[in-house]
């Protein structure tokens, strides 16, 4: 303790020597410190900063407060010593009473009200609960997303421009779009909590949101709102883009996706589900490779095996076209993070992000590479636009065949009655989608990512589990625990007409799939020439 202290003493002189130099006064420095103090002070209740304060508490701001409002500025001089003691939150008051009655008493010490105010400012009772709470907007992934995008523009635009007034900061996110998928997720983590009440306040999640045309940031949730009985922060960590965890089967659309890219496999291309073995850590050992449902269906359609997410079938595609041409495919739909070339990664036994993950489900589904972003302009203090990500960013479209086929066998794992998201097809869910369940080992992370199609639509991305990488419980998958709430943000998107009119998939496609649905499928024994090839590539 002494020595932080002492530490703690040392930088404050530090800061206050160069704010000094910078400034060129002492009392300036002084003034310049107290400023981002008061901007940036815990304020209880997830509020950071008395102007914020005021607003929340007291439906107001500081600018118009007057001497008639010495109580309300009281009690927030009295927040910051504790918090969570003395923010108003509609529980116990008299501590809060005490401590802003003594801070009035000061105030008319010092002569900043008269005697008699502070007694009337005194007899004022304390708000019970903020009066807007259930208005204000958290966007804490938002926050560290924006100041981390801004750092990385360049020497002349960064932080301290912002904190200056130097420049005003536009977002691609869409407040409404974050309070839905702020809701939507506290939504999903309760209804896990009912079935596993000892994990309340304990089970994590992230989500994020991105238009297909552009790869903006519609919404980005990285946790959620309270977390061990804490509100989160703009510090916290943002597990869409902090956080590396296995995927699990939503990697699989990107083998997928490379298959096809060799030319000779089709939606309809008779495939093994058989028991199939890889190597086992690099060693002379081999290990077994079982399906979900621990039963194997012998040959069967490509598009089945995706939609019913056959991990048999997967290794056995990897077989066939090599890790490498996985490893390219995933890099070219815009996965930066390393993957380990090994057979399991065909299975979602690397690590990626979520945000990378649903940038990639996002090219898919529109057909345009980009790279997610949330800084739409930037403005400076004299008007002139410094940024202008909206009309100044370069998006490239893919012409590539095999595109529609992962298109295809995506929509089909929705639309197939076995289909891991077949819940989708349901007539409560009146929107087109497409994407993928992912539930990694031991169910240790249930995760859905899905998108309507085309450019005109939205990807969203939406993974639960423990940090601790505990298990969520047995059949906690991402079909139960991760497409309710992917669901829910959808639905309202559209109702809420944020995001346009539903695209719709195109007819040949939906056709392709009804005549699969009908059995008029293509004749049985050509599939088999076929994969029988396949098998020797």
């Given at each position: 303790m002494f020595v932080r202290k002492l530490e703690e003493i040392r930088?404050?002189?530090w800061v206050e020597k160069e704010m000094q130099a910078h400034f060129g006064s002492k009392r300036r420095a002084k003034e310049e410190i107290l400023a981002r103090y008061a901007s940036f002070i815990y304020m209880g209740n997830g509020q950071y900063g008395f102007a914020t304060a005021a607003e929340y508490y007291f439906g107001r701001t500081l600018a118009t407060?007057?001497?008639?409002?010495?109580d309300k500025a009281a009690l927030l001089a009295g927040?910051?010593?504790?918090?969570?003691?003395?923010?108003?939150?509609?529980?116990?008051?008299?501590r809060i009473l005490r401590r802003r009655n003594q801070t009035l008493a000061l105030m008319a010490t010092n002569g900043f009200i008269s005697v008699d105010g502070a007694k009337r400012a005194g007899q004022r009772p304390i708000p019970a609960s903020p009066p807007n709470k259930s208005?204000?907007?958290k966007v804490v992934a938002v926050v560290n997303s924006v100041l981390e995008e801004l750092n990385g523009l360049g020497a002349d635009l960064g932080m301290k421009d912002l904190l200056e007034g130097r420049i005003r900061v536009y977002s691609t996110v869409d407040a409404q779009a974050q309070e839905i998928v702020n809701e939507a997720l506290e939504?999903?983590?309760?209804?896990?909590?009912k079935r596993h009440p000892r994990a309340k306040g304990l089970v994590q999640g992230s989500i994020v949101v991105l238009r297909n045309r552009d790869a903006s940031v519609l919404a980005e949730t990285g946790g959620r709102q309270f977390y061990a009985g804490r509100s989160a922060s703009y510090s916290d960590f943002n597990r869409v883009r902090k956080s590396l965890r296995q995927p699990g089967s939503a990697m699989k659309p990107i083998v997928y996706l490379a298959a096809f890219r060799q030319g000779i496999f089709t939606l309809d291309t008779m495939v093994p589900d058989e028991p199939i073995c890889v190597p086992d850590g690099?060693?002379?050992?081999?290990?077994?490779?079982?399906?979900?449902d621990g039963r194997y269906k012998g040959l069967i359609p490509l598009r089945e095996a995706l939609a019913e997410s056959r991990n048999t079938v997967a290794i056995w595609i990897t077989e066939q076209i090599g890790m490498a041409s996985i490893l390219r495919t995933s890099r070219s739909l815009g996965v930066r993070t390393t993957l380990q070339p090994f057979a399991a990664t065909a299975l979602g036994a690397s690590e990626v992000n979520l945000l990378e993950l649903a940038n990639a489900y996002r090219t898919i589904a529109s057909g345009i590479l980009a790279q997610p972003y949330m800084i739409r302009r930037i403005v400076r203090d004299s008007g002139q636009v410094a940024v202008d990500t909206e009309h100044g960013r370069s998006q490239v479209s893919i012409d590539d065949s095999a595109l529609s086929f992962i298109q295809e066998g995506l929509r089909g794992v929705v639309r197939l009655p076995t289909g891991t998201a077949h819940a989708l097809a349901s007539q409560d869910f009146p929107v087109a989608v497409m994407g993928k369940t992912g539930t990694t080992n031991d169910f240790r992370d249930a995760l859905f990512v899905g998108s309507t199609y085309g450019p005109g639509g939205v990807t969203v991305?939406?993974?639960i589990g423990f940090d601790d990488n505990r298990s969520l419980g047995s059949r906690e998958t991402g079909g139960k625990v991760a497409l309710p709430v992917f669901k829910e943000i959808m639905l309202r998107l559209y109702r809420g007409n944020l995001v346009g009119p539903v695209p719709e998939f195109p007819a040949r496609m939906e056709e392709s799939i009804t005549a699969y649905l009908r059995g008029d499928s293509p004749d049985i024994t050509g599939l088999r020439r076929l994969s029988m090839s396949a098998a020797k590539l």
């Open positions: 930088l404050s002189l407060f007057t001497a008639d409002d010495a927040i910051p010593k504790s918090p969570r003691v003395y923010a108003p939150s509609g529980r116990e008051t008299g208005k204000r907007l939504h999903g983590l309760g209804l896990y909590e690099g060693i002379q050992r081999t290990k077994w490779i079982s399906n979900f991305a939406v993974r």
